[in-house]
């Protein structure tokens, strides 16, 4: 599922759910970056995703301030980028060591910023044009339990400015296959859990 989320001014909020209509093996260009190294895995899917939000959004990122969650080796950062973002690039312990070695140039030119975020307790209060996410909420759902993706998203509402906007990526399913190999070759696949439509949607209503 791929989403985009409208902040208005004077605090008042309108979401709305676009279809997914791509070509089957979507182009995304990043400063030469392919899209392996943008969406990392199930390149397919995500960079669906990717050209969605660009056709949706892409205009919010240019001068942008964009926090991405969730970042781990931070390959969305570097399309964010190449859109013309400045970017905090966040992760629970702070991104990799792989992203900090990607980044580097991005860091000493002052367009990216690596920060230790916990997605259930975000401290920034109106900062971001946008706030970026891809494949998060089943984590934090295994991990910090039921109420992890209602307080994940209200910390995400509280940093966004008014008028910016969320985008975001989520599992709704699994393959069979899929499914065993997250939890055989995923250190913290088994604690995954696949959120369905109206679970996110519910969590959604801060918005």
Same mark, same amino acid.
């Given at each position: 599922?791929?989403?985009?989320?409208?902040?208005?001014?004077?605090?008042?909020? &309108?979401? !709305?759910?676009?279809?997914?209509?791509?070509?089957?093996?979507?182009?995304? #260009?990043?400063?030469?970056?392919? #899209?392996?190294?943008?969406?990392?895995?199930?390149?397919?899917?995500?960079? !669906?995703?990717?050209?969605?939000? !660009?056709?949706?959004?892409? @205009?919010?990122? #240019?001068?942008?301030?964009?926090?991405? =969650?969730?970042?781990?080796?931070?390959?969305?950062?570097?399309?964010?980028?190449? +859109?013309?973002? &400045?970017?905090?690039?966040?992760?629970? &312990? $702070?991104?990799?060591?792989? *992203?900090? &070695?990607?980044? #580097?140039?991005? =860091?000493?030119?002052?367009?990216? +910023?690596?920060? /230790?975020?916990?997605?259930?307790? =975000?401290?920034? +209060?109106?900062?971001?044009?946008?706030?970026?996410?891809?494949?998060?909420?089943?984590? =934090? /759902?295994?991990? /910090?339990? +039921?109420? $992890?993706?209602?307080? /994940?998203?209200?910390?995400?509402?509280? *940093?966004? !400015?008014?008028?910016?906007l969320l985008l975001f990526?989520?599992?709704?399913?699994?393959?069979?296959?899929?499914?065993?190999?997250?939890?055989?070759?995923?250190?913290?696949g088994t604690n995954w @859990?696949?959120?369905?439509?109206?679970?996110?949607?519910?969590?959604?209503?801060?918005?």
């Amino acid at each position: 599922m791929s989403y985009r989320v409208d902040r208005r001014a004077g605090h008042e909020w &309108q979401g !709305k759910a676009f279809p997914r209509r791509f070509a089957s093996r979507p182009r995304l #260009a990043a400063q030469g970056r392919s #899209a392996s190294d943008i969406v990392e895995w199930d390149v397919v899917t995500w960079a !669906k995703a990717v050209s969605f939000w !660009k056709r949706h959004a892409g @205009q919010h990122l #240019a001068g942008g301030r964009v926090l991405e =969650i969730g970042a781990r080796d931070g390959g969305l950062t570097h399309w964010l980028v190449s +859109e013309g973002a &400045q970017v905090v690039c966040s992760d629970v &312990q $702070g991104p990799t060591d792989v *992203a900090r &070695q990607r980044h #580097a140039e991005y =860091i000493r030119s002052g367009l990216v +910023e690596h920060v /230790a975020v916990d997605a259930t307790d =975000i401290s920034f +209060e109106g900062e971001f044009d946008v706030v970026v996410f891809k494949s998060v909420l089943g984590s =934090i /759902a295994g991990f /910090a339990g +039921e109420q $992890g993706p209602d307080r /994940a998203l209200s910390g995400m509402y509280r *940093a966004l !400015k008014p008028g910016g906007l969320l985008l975001f990526a989520e599992n709704l399913e699994s393959s069979p296959v899929h499914l065993w190999l997250r939890r055989r070759m995923v250190a913290w696949g088994t604690n995954w @859990q696949y959120l369905p439509l109206e679970r996110i949607l519910e969590a959604l209503g801060v918005f």
